[in-house]
Every structure is written in structure tokens, then in C-alpha cells.
């Protein structure tokens, strides 16, 4: 089977070009977007990805603040922090980096985000939008990824049967959430697997569209996949490899290898889903930051 590789990059800059045209649009009328990101801690990986939201709000020209606080940041110290940042009123979206150290709770944190700045899409009121179908919320930055690149496949999404593995808020769920609206890029058949699924390879090989979204390298192998089926890899796992420059590799939850041959399109690791999820990002703050200024926002 010629199957085609469906690479983030390329759907990305679309989204891009999009986000700069409505920027143009609101600094005309004298409106900067600012996105402020709070990272607690020292993980690598999430000091990473914390690095490169900035650099994109940067390069597109957003008004960006990087929080850093230290590992042993108390509950109380980040909940001011976010007080702040949503009472500024230069600030329009607000992303706190998870997952945070294990002392901190993370529901009640996210929980003091403004829902019209949570452009995260993780507050309570945006994910009952989101199940509501109201379009005045945030939808996570990740499913509004992978939604954007199944329609820019354009293999269709509605009616066909989607199987997501993988049950986090972050991902699976909420996907699960925005494949399932009525409209354009929804009225999917949804199901979502789990590490408690019976015979997860074989619901999953019923799939026309099937998500991996686990965290688990290479998880998914060729019993999964439906002939023809579109495989969407979330996964982006490190594994150490000493061949490498920086002592590890990038892999998703899908065995590529093994699984592209019997697709009719998959996303690769890395080059696929990771740099959508900042593309949406950035969507969502110039979307806040109109909402804002409109008072559009409901909140
Ligand atoms: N950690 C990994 N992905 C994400 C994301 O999309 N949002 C936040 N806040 N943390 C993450």
C-alpha cells in the first residue's frame, strides 16, 4: 500500500499563515496577544517544550512571559502567581506546563486558571464546553492538533470510526470530546481504549482512524491496525540511545516500521502531531486575546 506520511511542518505553517493574518488584524486596532507559561521544576522534556512555546510567540511576533518557579514551589506561591497573571490584563492566555511536581495538585491549580485565559483548554468550564459543543470555549492544544491534521489529510472524519488509546485529559479524552461534535471535523464514531481494555488490539484494529495517545515506545504493532486505516502517533517518547548526539532518541507509541505499511496514512515520530500542538497554541492566545477584546468572552 502507498502510504502517505502526514507531517506536521507543512500544517503547522498553514496554521501559521493563518495566525499572522488575524495578528495583523488585531495590533491594527492596537491589540498585542500575550501568552504567559508557567514551568515549575527542572524536567528536561518540559523545559523544552516551555522553550519552544516561547521562541514561536516570539518569532510570530505575541507578547510572551516565561514563570519560573523552583521544584519545592509551594501550592500557595503558584496559585498567587496565576492571580496575577490573570488579572494582567497584557496577559491573554495562560499555560501552566504539566505534569508539576508531585507535591502540588495539579486539578486545583489548573482549576484557578481564568477560563478565558486557560487557552490550555484543561479548565473544568472548557471542557464542559467542549462537551457541550459550545464554541466559545478552548478545546487542549493537542486534540485541536491532531483534529486539524486529520481534516488537512482530508480522508474524512465524519462517520468513520475512530478508536483513541489512551484516557488523559490532556489527550485522549478531550479528543475524544472534540471528534464527537456535531460539525465539520466531528460526528465521529468514538471509542476510547485503555490500558484496562479487553482484547485492545483487536478493538483497536476496528478502527478506520485509530489514535495512539499512551506513552508506551512502539505499543501499537501491525495486529492493531485495520488495512488502510490512518494511524495518528501522539506518543513522543525519549529512549536512550548512546548512537545518538543527546544520549536519547524520539519515539511514538506506534512501531512505524511495522505498522506504515498497512496504512493509508500515518503520522511520523518526531515530524508528526508535536509541533501542532504549539501551532494551536498559538491559535488559541491570538483567539483569547480577540475574545478579550471583543468581549466575546462568557466567562
Ligand atoms: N505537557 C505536555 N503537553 C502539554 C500541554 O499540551 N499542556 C500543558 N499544560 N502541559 C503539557
Known amino acids: 500500500m502507498d502510504t502517505i506520511e502526514i507531517r506536521g511542518n507543512a500544517i503547522a505553517e498553514k496554521v501559521y499563515v493563518e495566525c499572522l493574518q ?17 514551568l515549575v521544576g527542572d524536567d528536561p522534556a518540559s523545559r523544552a517544550y516551555v522553550g519552544s512555546k516561547e521562541r514561536k510567540c516570539q518569532e ?14 509551594t501550592q500557595e506561591v503558584l496559585i498567587a502567581q496565576i492571580e496575577k497573571l490573570n488579572a494582567d490584563p497584557a496577559i491573554h492566555g495562560i499555560l501552566v506546563q504539566l505534569p508539576l511536581p508531585s507535591h502540588l495538585d495539579e486539578d486545583a491549580v489548573i482549576m484557578k486558571i481564568s477560563p478565558a485565559k486557560d487557552v490550555d483548554g484543561l479548565h473544568p468550564i472548557n471542557i464542559g464546553k467542549l462537551a457541550m459543543d459550545d464554541a466559545t470555549g478552548f478545546a487542549p492544544c493537542t486534540p485541536l492538533g491532531c483534529q486539524r491534521m486529520l481534516i488537512e489529510n482530508g480522508m474524512g472524519i465524519s462517520g468513520k470510526k475512530v478508536v483513541i488509546i489512551g484516557r488523559s485529559l490532556l489527550v485522549g479524552k478531550s479528543l475524544g470530546l ?47 491496525i485495520k488495512d488502510g486505516a490512518v494511524v495518528i502517533d501522539v ?26 505499511p498497512k496504512c493509508a496514512a500515518i503520522t511520523p515520530v518526531p515530524g508528526g502531531v508535536g509541533v501542532m500542538t504549539i501551532a494551536m497554541l498559538m491559535a488559541n492566545t491570538i483567539r483569547a486575546c480577540r475574545m478579550a477584546e471583543e468581549g466575546e468572552a462568557r466567562n
Open 60 to 73: 510570530l511576533g505575541l507578547h510572551s512571559v516565561k514563570i519560573e518557579l523552583p521544584e519545592d514551589a
Open 22 to 38: 488575524e495578528l495583523q488584524v488585531l495590533k491594527a486596532q492596537g491589540h498585542l496577544p500575550g501568552l504567559a507559561v508557567v
Open 178 to 224: 472534540l471528534l464527537l461534535q456535531k460539525g465539520e471535523g466531528g460526528n465521529a464514531t468514538v471509542t476510547i481504549a485503555h490500558s484496562r481494555t479487553e482484547n485492545l488490539a483487536q478493538v483497536a484494529s476496528e478502527a478506520d482512524i485509530l489514535v495512539a495517545a499512551i506513552g508506551r515506545p512502539g505499543f501499537v504493532t501491525e495486529d492493531f
Open 235 to 260: 506518543g513522543i517518547n525519549r529512549v536512550d540511545d548512546a548512537s545518538a548526539k543527546r544520549g536519547y532518541r524520539l519515539v511514538g507509541d506506534v512501531d512505524f516500521a511495522k505498522v506504515a
